[in-house]
């Protein structure tokens, strides 16, 4: 409990210091007894956190490690998950893996990596990215200019605006994983069965399959567009296909009549 209380306290922190200062980390994380710079060293020791003294004083970021472990325990407390497997996928920004909720029932968990991509392309394609600040830390006498937000936070933003968005066209029946919960950059949804259009081969795909699954996505784009929406990556990394049949199978509640083609 510790632990997390400190992690907690360096990220509340850091929304509004490039390095959270050990004396902050400690008021915020309250520990009964003290011993903050206790935690914080085993906290370092596991890399759930980095340490730089640059800025003049001891100063404190999560890591990526760091901030998976916060957002895990918050889907683990709330009953989402009950354990964490193999990876399954890896993008530009994001990293999937297989996961089970308490059931025992396979999930997949999204977590959103921005800062992979060059600076220039996040700027430039995420309206919630802005840099127009100066940091209030001065160094040797003169402003330095300095990120305003952590691609930690931003991918938390990134993850959930894409929750939002599968929610809400999973709710009109649109054929979207099933969206089951998020927190900060971690977006759960359930696993569908199938494999990206770009690893299909076409010598196993028949005519009669192929004409399938091209109107499929010309339906789906169409239909998207009737609602004012334009999926910009719909594209053959973004389209899951399933020929064998089982995700109809196995999909509840599903009268909707898409043999082949989810998108993702």
Request: aromatic share 8%; net charge positive.
């Amino acid at each position: 409990k510790q632990d997390f209380a400190v992690l907690a306290a360096v990220e509340s922190g850091m929304r509004n210091h490039e390095l959270v200062p050990s004396k902050l980390i400690a008021s915020i994380a309250s520990l009964r007894h003290g011993g903050t710079h206790k935690v914080l060293s085993s906290l370092l020791r596991d890399k759930l956190l980095s340490h730089d003294r640059s800025c003049g004083y001891d100063g404190y970021r999560l890591t990526n490690s760091g901030y998976d472990i916060l957002a895990l325990h918050n889907l683990k407390t709330r009953g989402l998950i009950a354990a964490l497997g193999d990876k399954i996928g890896t993008g530009k920004e994001s990293d999937v893996y297989i996961a089970a909720n308490p059931q025992g029932k396979q999930i997949v968990l999204k977590f959103h990596r921005l800062g992979r991509t060059s600076f220039r392309d996040v700027k430039k394609k995420r309206d919630y990215f802005n840099v127009n600040s100066v940091s209030n830390h001065k160094k040797r006498g003169a402003q330095f200019k300095a990120q305003p937000n952590s691609w930690l936070f931003l991918s938390g933003i990134s993850a959930l605006k894409e929750y939002a968005f599968m929610k809400a066209l999973h709710q009109v029946d649109y054929p979207t994983p099933v969206p089951v919960g998020h927190n900060r950059h971690i977006v759960v949804m359930g696993l569908v069965r199938g494999v990206p259009l770009f690893q299909m081969h076409t010598n196993k795909v028949s005519a009669e399959q192929a004409e399938s699954i091209f109107q499929q996505s010309t339906i789906l784009a169409s239909r998207l567009a009737s609602h004012g929406l334009v999926h910009c990556d719909l594209n053959e990394f973004n389209l899951m296909v399933d020929l064998s049949g089982i995700q109809d199978r196995i999909a509840e509640d599903n009268d909707i009549a898409e043999h082949y083609v989810r998108h993702s």
